[in-house]
């Protein structure tokens, strides 16, 4: 019985022919003459994506490439390239940041394992009462983190790849926003204690931030707000924190979270620089998400734990509600300051109180 040969296994075998009798195309050789010839130079931190970024390598597009394939940009693209018919945020206004190539680099030298670098064998014995806001205060952060890795995840795939350092910083982010989830879990179930009761209202942001109608809304909404609010949580974690252990936990996910910050402020600026017209739909969505974020923060088993861990227990809490509305105060002046930073006023607009009720 003979089996068809199909015309791609056909040529292939024709071109294996040729090569064996020395015929070969080498025309690749030649291709890209004005990209050729390129040395990029080591800086003080090494080869960074920023110092590769010489000569047409360099060139951020304004549109991605429309050819819609894989295709790294600088190279040549042949006509017959086909495209994958996914990558279609391919506006450089929608996900850039100058940012972003740094921030990739630093993500990849700050690396870190909740395994080995959290001091669990410096865990002690706690009160009931502050074990148990530790693990409502862990179950919360459990419950939010991943937020920040399926978000990044949803977009990736469309993303140009004329945009790889944008793809590159958001990955690390989805690696990033993993270990917290799973290092908030560990510390939960490490001391005795176990998860406790999931959030309405944190369902209620998550929601939002992923029904968000295109990236740049999005990603306002997630690394501006949501992740601000988190950042300043970290920076002052210091007075929530019962022992070394979750200190230490702070400090490193707060590194991290500086750096999803610091992305979302930098790209919500070139977003506003290149399309001024859109200001509104940002402003727009950031009144939702305020309203969200307000009612997540006075709801009980959120803002409990922490007034049990600012006050030192559940007979302090009173005590613990000044430091408490003192952090909430931070976390709007940080997100209006970082919004200030990006070029959107919003301090007559901000739906958030700058002092919570006494």
Known sequence: MTIPVSQTLERVLDHLSEMRNGKFDLRWMHANPD?????????????????????????????GGTH???APRGC???????SLGTYDVDDRGTVWADNCGELYEEAVARQWSSARDIPWDRLQELPEDIERAVCQLCTGLTEVEFIAGDLPAKWLWRINHDFHEVKLFLASQVFDEARHMDVFRKRALANGGGLLQ???????VLRIIL????????SSLMHILAEGFVLTLFRHGEFLAPTEVEKKIFRLCMQDEARHVGYGTMHLKRFLQ??????????RILDVGEEAMLALSLEPQGIEPRLIL????????????MRTAFLFQKQVREYLHRLHVAGLERGDRCKLPLELPQ
Do not use: C, F
């Not at 040395?39 to 597009?61: C, F, H, Q």
């Open 35 to 63: 990209g050729w010839g390129t040395r990029a130079k080591p800086s003080a931190l090494g080869l960074t994506l920023d110092d590769i970024n010489v000569g047409k390598y360099g060139e951020i597009p304004v549109r």
């Open 68 to 70: 819609g394939s894989m």
């Open 76 to 82: 040549e693209v042949p006509p017959e390239t086909p």
């Open 198 to 204: 999931a959030s309405p209202g944190s369902e209620s």
């Open 211 to 218: 029904d968000a109608p295109n990236y740049t809304v999005a």
């Open 274 to 283: 290149e399309h001024p017209e859109r200001a509104e739909e940002v402003h």
């Open 310 to 321: 600012a006050g030192g227990g559940v007979d302090r809490m009173q005590e613990g509600m």
